[in-house]
């Protein structure tokens, strides 16, 4: 499979159900899902395996979503990045305005997984 996504989650439930959720539809592999628990972990698969999106938690053990967002600049440029949280997003008004992140690129718990997906199919132009 060419198209592959890199979920960052430190909670191995929220990325095993994101992963089941987005990689099949209608019975069909459409995509390979990497997985990793901290920015650490993210940034070595960032490098060696060059995702096409990142899902990534803004809270994780060793940093934010946000800092990986920022060091990933440094392997590619154009690397979509959603962010997910249990918090409001006007609680990141100052880090999405520095980053230049835009607002509706973060996704608020319970999640609309319907909303993830088309958005992460728009992103790896599958067209379903």
């Given amino acids: 499979m060419s198209k592959n996504i890199l979920i960052v989650d430190d909670v191995a439930f929220n990325r095993i159900y994101l992963a089941k959720q987005l990689r099949f539809y209608k019975g069909k592999a459409l995509m390979d899902v990497l997985e990793a628990s901290t920015v650490k972990e ?9 995702p096409d999106v990142v899902i990534t938690d803004i809270n994780l053990p060793d940093s934010t979503g946000f800092e990986l967002f920022k060091h990933s600049k440094n392997i590619t440029h154009n690397l979509p990045f959603l962010f997910i949280t249990a918090f409001p997003v006007k609680n990141f008004a100052g880090d999405l305005e520095n980053l230049g992140i835009r607002a509706n690129s973060i996704f608020t718990k319970p999640l609309d997984i319907a909303t993830i997906r088309n958005v992460v199919y728009y992103f790896l132009k599958i067209e379903v």
Avoid: H, V, W
Wanted: net charge positive.
């Fill in 42 to 50: 993210a940034m070595n698969t960032i490098k060696d395996r060059s």
